[in-house]
């Protein structure tokens, strides 16, 4: 049926939002900083994985590789930018974050990295089965997405309830001074913080890389809008408010495009829904009024 079958593109375009956002706004919700080169995260962490799938022809491998390099590149900008911005204005990192954005984009452009052509990413659906209901189908990069998105927001969920790196995250996003008063060490909390969210954006990479079959240098210029425009909706530095909004910008993508077809572009009907949410709820679905 059309319905459950739109629901279902609708579930696997969420997915991908929803780990391309989080990550984000998990270093929105401890710094307060809009971290635009967290794009740039993404595509280093789909570089990596296409790399290393080459070498080892495992996905598996090959995703968790590209998650640590990401995780470990989150953590260098961290230390070598942002560390020395947390007490300035929320501005100087915003323009230090979109320079940075420019500088590794245009870094992996170079030949001796991506370079300027497209890269294949024939993983396939990584050995995972094709799923077919009365209602709708999933093919094997489908199942993939979902599947993996599913594993790693239950494991954000369990790290933020279930650790004390965790606890050190929510104590820092509501009052950074009072939780160093406390005895935590803002430093490492706020550096596992940048690990953890640039792997998400790693796995992003990865997977969308191969839903595509793509990978290329500049495949982070749209995410670094579409992941804003979706914290934004979910409400700034809310997690849940995320993952629904990464779900119900899909469904308005998805259902949209069927019911009206390419009237407009699909991404322009994300800025039309931001415009609308800023304008009646400007603090989001789940964010704070």
Same mark, same amino acid.
């Given at each position: 049926? !059309?319905?459950?079958?739109?629901?279902?593109?609708?579930? @696997?375009?969420?997915? *991908?939002?929803? +780990?391309?956002? *989080? &990550?984000?706004?998990?270093?929105?919700?401890?710094?307060?900083?809009?971290? #635009?080169?967290?794009?740039?995260?993404?595509?280093? /962490?789909?570089? =990596?994985?296409?790399?290393?799938?080459?070498?080892?022809?495992?996905?598996?491998?090959?995703?968790?590789?590209?998650?640590?390099?990401?995780?470990?590149?989150? @953590?260098?900008?961290?230390?070598?930018?942002?560390?020395?911005?947390?007490?300035? %204005?929320?501005?100087? %990192?915003? *323009?230090?974050?979109?320079?940075?954005?420019?500088?590794?984009?245009?870094?992996?452009?170079?030949?001796?990295?991506?370079? %300027?052509?497209?890269?294949?990413? !024939?993983?396939?659906?990584?050995?995972?089965?094709?799923?077919?209901?009365?209602?709708?189908?999933?093919?094997?990069?489908?199942?993939? @997405?979902?599947?993996?998105?599913?594993?790693?927001?239950?494991?954000?969920?369990?790290?933020?309830?279930?650790?004390?790196?965790?606890?050190?995250?929510?104590?820092?996003?509501?009052?950074?001074?009072?939780?160093?008063?406390?005895?935590?060490?803002?430093?490492?909390?706020?550096?596992?913080?940048?690990?953890? /969210?640039?792997?998400?954006?790693?796995?992003?990479?990865?997977?969308?890389?191969?839903?595509?079959?793509?990978?290329?240098?500049?495949? &982070?210029?749209?995410?670094?809008?579409?992941?804003?425009?979706? #914290? @934004?909706?979910?409400?700034?530095?809310?997690?849940?408010?995320? =993952?629904?909004?990464? +779900?119900?910008?899909?469904?308005?993508?998805?259902?949209?495009?069927?019911?009206?077809?390419?009237?407009?572009?699909?991404?322009? =009907?994300?800025?039309?829904?931001?415009?609308?949410?800023?304008?009646?709820?400007?603090?989001?679905?789940? /964010?704070?009024?």
């Amino acid at each position: 049926m !059309p319905l459950f079958e739109n629901l279902a593109n609708a579930v @696997v375009l969420g997915s *991908i939002y929803i +780990l391309m956002a *989080i &990550g984000l706004t998990m270093i929105y919700g401890v710094l307060k900083i809009l971290h #635009i080169a967290h794009a740039a995260v993404y595509t280093i /962490g789909a570089f =990596i994985g296409v790399l290393a799938f080459g070498w080892l022809g495992n996905f598996w491998l090959a995703l968790a590789l590209a998650m640590l390099v990401a995780g470990v590149v989150g @953590v260098l900008i961290y230390r070598g930018v942002y560390f020395y911005m947390l007490d300035a %204005p929320r501005t100087v %990192p915003l *323009i230090a974050s979109v320079g940075l954005f420019i500088l590794l984009t245009d870094l992996l452009q170079k030949p001796w990295l991506m370079g %300027p052509y497209q890269r294949a990413f !024939p993983a396939g659906g990584a050995g995972l089965p094709r799923i077919d209901t009365p209602l709708f189908d999933l093919t094997p990069k489908q199942t993939l @997405v979902v599947a993996v998105t599913v594993a790693l927001l239950a494991l954000v969920w369990l790290l933020l309830t279930r650790t004390r790196i965790g606890l050190g995250w929510q104590a820092a996003s509501m009052d950074r001074e009072m939780a160093a008063a406390v005895g935590i060490n803002l430093n490492r909390v706020i550096a596992y913080n940048f690990f953890v /969210g640039s792997a998400l954006a790693g796995a992003a990479g990865v997977l969308v890389g191969v839903y595509d079959n793509t990978v290329y240098a500049t495949m &982070g210029d749209l995410p670094s809008y579409k992941a804003f425009v979706v #914290i @934004v909706l979910g409400g700034m530095g809310s997690l849940p408010g995320t =993952i629904l909004a990464g +779900l119900l910008l899909a469904v308005a993508e998805t259902f949209l495009v069927a019911s009206i077809g390419f009237v407009l572009p699909r991404d322009a =009907i994300a800025f039309l829904v931001l415009i609308l949410m800023l304008m009646f709820r400007p603090h989001g679905l789940l /964010g704070r009024a």
